[in-house]
């Protein structure tokens, strides 16, 4: 669990939903633990509490893989699962600060400016309640995979900052007011994505419990195109696996992605440059020094860049023993590329 200082307080958060799986035979530190999601303090008094950690379908010994449909959906609301940021309208003296999970200070500007004053009031209101507001942060510019066509602060829940309980969708409906609401779903929908039917506008569903207790079901869809659409580096890693068509295929098969699939291209493509040019820039080097000892070969690349250093060397010796110096480089360039590059 990480502790930041923020404005003055407390703030905890985990550092990775691995660490929840090692502490499964200690029921205690597990639930105090899954507190640890952007909790605030202020001394002993807790400030903001956003949301507990809660887990996929399946993902932990709570939710095991072959859990009986009907206990998923229990009694529980159907809500539809966002995909943007968490945001906590947080009181901080007379002002409310738009919190992140970790508190991010560009998340704040954004919504700041985006607010027209109705959310902070509302922030205030939940605040002397009791309440700290949960809210998603959807917007063009923060997009993850669904393509949002407009910056809106969408209402999710209200947790209560002394108990944890969370209000019960009908009664936040009401309370809201004017504020934006998450949509409610139906349980036919979760059962068709529990069967394996797919939508293409939205990331999954939320079923919150009236004990407080949620679980996510992401949609096979978004769960296939997720790690190319949010990562830079598994886009690469795919590139040097030579899986790159692969990549394509899934990004093309979906509305929601296809307008990535230029960008893709376009890296492969730069990232095709930068290895040819760097492979030659090596080769080139090494075979313009053929000539020298080992000796001088080290101390005539003395100046040349550390971390490519050890590719000269490789393919030197790759030299002295007759192999291919460009198939050697190639292979070592990709390796390396991928790592600066992702």
Do not use: W
């Given at each position: 669990v990480i502790r930041r200082d923020v404005q003055g307080m407390d703030l905890y958060c985990y550092a990775g939903t691995h660490a929840f799986f090692n502490l499964a035979d200690d029921p205690e530190l597990f639930a105090a633990a899954r507190e640890a999601r952007g909790i605030v303090f202020a001394g002993e008094e807790i400030v903001s509490r956003p949301y507990h950690k809660f887990f996929n379908a399946g993902e932990h010994a709570e939710y095991p893989v072959h859990v009986p449909e009907e206990h998923i959906i229990r009694d529980g609301v159907v809500l539809e699962k966002l995909d943007g940021s968490m945001i906590a309208g947080v009181q901080v003296g007379n002002s409310i600060f738009w919190g992140t999970k970790m508190w991010a200070d560009e998340?704040?500007?954004?919504?700041?400016?985006?607010?027209?004053?109705?959310?902070e009031e509302f922030a205030k209101q939940a605040n002397r309640d009791g309440y700290t507001p949960i809210f998603e942060w959807v917007s063009p510019k923060r997009k993850i995979v669904i393509p949002y066509e407009k910056e809106n602060l969408i209402l999710t829940g209200m947790r209560h900052k002394e108990t944890g309980a969370y209000l019960p969708?009908?009664?936040?409906?009401?309370?809201?007011?004017?504020?934006?609401?998450?949509?409610?779903?139906?349980?036919?929908?979760?059962?068709?994505?529990?069967?394996?039917?797919?939508?293409?506008?939205m990331e999954g569903y939320v079923v919150r419990h009236p004990d407080g207790e949620m679980l996510k079901v992401k949609l096979d869809w978004y769960v296939a195109v997720h790690e190319y659409a949010s990562s830079r580096k598994a886009i690469l890693k795919a590139i040097h696996d030579d899986k790159i068509d692969d990549v394509?295929?899934?990004?093309?098969?979906?509305?929601?992605?296809?307008?990535?699939?230029?960008e893709v291209e376009a890296l492969t493509k730069d990232f095709g440059k930068f290895v040819q040019s760097k492979v030659d820039e090596i080769v080139g080097m090494v075979e313009?020094?053929?000539?020298?000892?080992?000796?001088?070969?080290a101390l005539d690349i003395q100046g040349y860049d550390k971390y490519w250093k050890p590719v000269l060397f490789q393919v030197r010796t790759e030299q002295?023993?007759?192999?291919?110096?460009?198939?050697?480089?190639?292979?070592l360039v990709r390796e390396r590329a991928g790592k600066i590059l992702g």
């Open positions: 998340f704040h500007h954004e919504i700041s400016q985006f607010d027209d004053g109705k959310y969708y009908e009664d936040m409906v009401s309370y809201a007011g004017d504020i934006p609401v998450v949509q409610q779903c139906s349980k036919d929908d979760l059962m068709e994505a529990l069967n394996g039917t797919d939508r293409e506008d394509i295929s899934i990004l093309n098969r979906y509305e929601a992605t296809r307008s990535l699939v230029a313009d020094r053929k000539h020298m000892s080992r000796k001088e070969f002295e023993n007759g192999g291919n110096l460009v198939l050697l480089a190639d292979k």
